[in-house]
């Protein structure tokens, strides 16, 4: 069976969480593969809400093994108090694995990153200060520590020391910290050597043999399109790809092997921290899709800048992951406005723009041309297909999907997994 990759398509929180959850009772393998402890994403399982950051969304499914594979930089104690606090509620996590390939956030990545936002102070890019951004720059920099080599205790130190030399020099002359001593970070990793050990996998291999094996692989990027090192608002972006070429990356399964890319889409759009964002909202009711859609961050609490559909962005983001199909997410959240304006083209400085402008400056200059469609005020969480929505709901649905350029499979209508239209099904044709 060919592999299906699951990508965001604004700047996160989309409900990935909920796609991957959705899905997760058909797949074999669910890949995690970019990414740390930075992106949460909340599954909703039998009434209950989890909270995930570091974990596959799969983790809840009871016949899936959840893989966070060799793309993903790792912070071993967020990971175990994670899985600790899943086993508190009863979740089994016994069958979660971790790539031997994957990059270890260090103590001191996360202290770079701190003052780092704090020496940069009205040019803060806005992280969450978790030091993903200095893992994977380290990484690039060939100076990464790999979750294998906590295994090596001789490979271990010698690369500390290598990385220390560097970061001393930073963290004392620049930021007036104290020095880190090697030891004391060989020692932090190797506390969690043994129970480390068991779950560490060749990702590449085993994800490889299953799809030759027929089964079904999910890879459930982290992120959104619009936060890709490459792709997105630069400089305002993660350190990653969460593209689905980066999932191919950062899993191991080579491009010709997907054959779904489900791109995950808001009825609405959020960002969290600094960056263009054309559609936002300063008014009541940019308050009002905040607190009616629970848009805090997962893992910093942070409110979410909140805004109209960008059909804008929904093309570019299509167009960069080739898109097979969208799963729009929240269209309840709208359930009760008398007009919704849609984002179809922007004005910069005075020229019409119906894509995505090519420079940041033009982007940063951007000004929405809206369409408006009629809201609807009737409860739609037990709406099961499209015709049971009501008719203005239909015809939103309807202009989004043609606007954005890629078919509607799925509408998520309510935060459970159930309260969900399934118009074709993701794993199959």
């Known amino acids: ?9 604004q700047w996160g929180d989309e409900g990935k969480g909920k796609a991957t959850d959705l899905l997760g009772g058909r797949v074999d393998y669910v890949v995690k593969p970019n990414g740390g402890n930075n992106a949460g994403h909340t599954v909703v399982v039998n009434g209950e809400k989890y909270e995930l950051k570091l974990l596959p969304a799969g983790i809840l499914s009871p016949n899936a093994i959840p893989i966070i594979g060799n793309g993903c930089v790792i912070n071993l104690e967020a990971l175990f108090e994670e899985i600790d606090g899943l086993e508190a509620r009863g979740a089994d996590t016994s069958k979660l694995r971790v790539s031997a390939n994957a990059h270890l956030v260090a103590p001191y990545h996360q202290v770079l990153d701190k003052v780092t936002e704090r020496f940069l102070g009205k040019r803060a890019i806005g992280t969450t200060g978790r030091g993903i951004g200095p893992a994977y720059m380290d990484k690039v920099a060939r100076l990464g520590l790999r979750v294998q080599d906590v295994f090596d205790e001789s490979i271990l130190r010698q690369k500390v020391e290598g990385s220390l030399k560097q970061k001393n020099e930073l963290l004392v002359k620049v930021y007036n910290r104290r020095n880190v001593e090697v030891e004391e970070v060989v020692e932090y990793f190797l506390s969690f050597a043994e129970r480390l050990k068991p779950l560490v996998i060749d990702s590449t291999f085993v994800l490889n043999e299953a799809l030759d094996a027929g089964k079904v692989v999910l890879m459930e990027g982290g992120q959104a399109t619009f936060l890709d090192v490459d792709h997105g608002t630069y400089p305002f972006v993660t350190s990653s790809n969460p593209t689905a070429g980066g999932a191919s990356v950062g899993s191991g399964i080579g491009p010709t092997r997907i054959s779904r890319a489900v791109g995950i889409i808001k009825a609405y759009t959020t960002r969290v921290g600094a ?10 009711m940019g308050m009002y899709l905040q607190t009616k859609g629970g848009e805090f961050g ?17 093309r570019h983001a299509s167009r960069v992951n080739g898109f097979t199909d969208y799963f729009v997410t929240k269209l309840d959240v709208l359930t009760g406005i008398e007009t919704i304006p849609v984002c179809v083209a922007y004005d910069v400085d005075g020229v019409r723009h119906d894509e995505m402008p090519m420079t940041q400056t033009e982007f940063h200059h951007a000004k929405p041309i809206f369409e408006y469609f009629d809201g609807w005020t009737e409860d739609i969480t037990g709406a099961r297909t499209i015709e049971d929505l009501p008719d203005n709901a239909q015809t939103y649905v309807r202009a989004l999907e043609k606007l954005s350029g890629t078919r509607f499979s799925a509408i998520g209508v309510g935060p459970d997994r159930e309260q969900t239209i399934v118009v074709n099904d993701l794993i199959g044709s």
């Open 1 to 9: 069976m060919p592999a299906i990759v699951i990508v965001g398509a």
């Open 275 to 284: 960056g263009p964002f054309p559609t936002e909202l300063f008014d009541d």
């Open 298 to 314: 997962v893992n910093t609490g942070r409110p979410r800048r909140c805004g109209w559909y960008d059909a804008v962005l929904a």
